[in-house]
T-cell receptor, first 113, second 117 residues
Framework: KQEVTQIPAALSVPEGENLVLNCSFTDSAIYNLQWFRQDPGKGLTSLLLIQSSQREQTSGRLNASLDKSSGRSTLYIAASQPGDSATYLCAVRRPNQGGKLIFGQGTELSVKP | DAGVIQSPRHEVTEMGQEVTLRCKPISGHNSLFWYRQTMMRGLELLIYFNNNVPIDDSGMPEDRFSAKMPNASFSTLKIQPSEPRDSAVYFC???????????????FGPGTRLTVL
């Protein structure tokens, strides 16, 4: 059974700091991994999607990496801003299971001015 | 593009009442997903459809829950009868078909916050 874990559950950093969010999964046989952002009381916004054959994806100040063999992904946020404060979730999609995503519990990020 | 549309945004009902949640996926998307989010269990997939056909409903918790997709632009999730433990945020998401660069990404609606008293 695939399980997805995100550590830490919460993180508080001062503005301008570079930071890394972690995501681990127990079964390395994944189809892809997706990072989402969720603001309080809102839906999820897709940030980055990494296919199983890829090592990383970048979008602006965000960089996501994937190491399937070790069952890990990281989301790197450069030069953090207060507007980055949100909950970040990772989700994995397994092969041959259609679009079913298995989510981690998320990391709640707070960036202090 | 209006994105995934869900209604209502908030629903408060009493135990035993029927609840119907609605979703309009992004136009042209072939797959639709219903998720439930709670503090205890996080985000869980309830059911998903491909081309209006239910593919995997293994996440539907009980027979009280049912979902339909009568056409490509509309889906409902119904709870009958509702119970206090059904209180959660219910999200609908849609995904494009196999063409296009973002065909693997799921796009989420704003959710329906359900409270069953």
């Amino acid at each position: 059974k695939q399980e997805v874990t995100q550590i830490p559950a919460a993180l508080s950093v001062p503005e301008g700091e570079n930071l890394v969010l972690n995501c681990s999964f127990t079964d390395s046989a994944i189809y892809n991994l997706q990072w989402f952002r969720q603001d309080p009381g809102k839906g999820l916004t897709s940030l980055l999607l990494i296919q199983s054959s890829q090592r990383e994806q970048t979008s602006g100040r965000l960089n996501a990496s994937l190491d399937k063999s070790s069952g890990r992904s990281t989301l790197y946020i450069a030069a953090s801003q207060p507007g980055d404060s949100a909950t970040y979730l990772c989700a994995v999609r397994r092969p041959n299971q259609g679009g079913k995503l298995i989510f981690g519990q998320g990391t709640e990020l707070s960036v202090k001015p | 593009d209006a994105g995934v549309i869900q209604s209502p945004r908030h629903e408060v009902t009493e135990m035993g009442q029927e609840v119907t949640l609605r979703c309009k996926p992004i136009s042209g998307h072939n797959s639709l997903f219903w998720y439930r989010q709670t503090m205890m269990r996080g985000l869980e997939l309830l059911i998903y459809f491909n081309n209006n056909v239910p593919i995997d409903d293994s996440g539907m918790p009980e027979d009280r829950f049912s979902a339909k997709m009568p056409n490509a632009s509309f889906s409902t999730l119904k709870i009958q009868p509702s119970e206090p433990r059904d209180s959660a945020v219910y999200f609908c998401a849609s995904r494009p078909g196999t063409s296009g660069g973002s065909y693997n990404e799921q796009f989420f609606g704003p959710g329906t916050r359900l409270t069953v008293l």
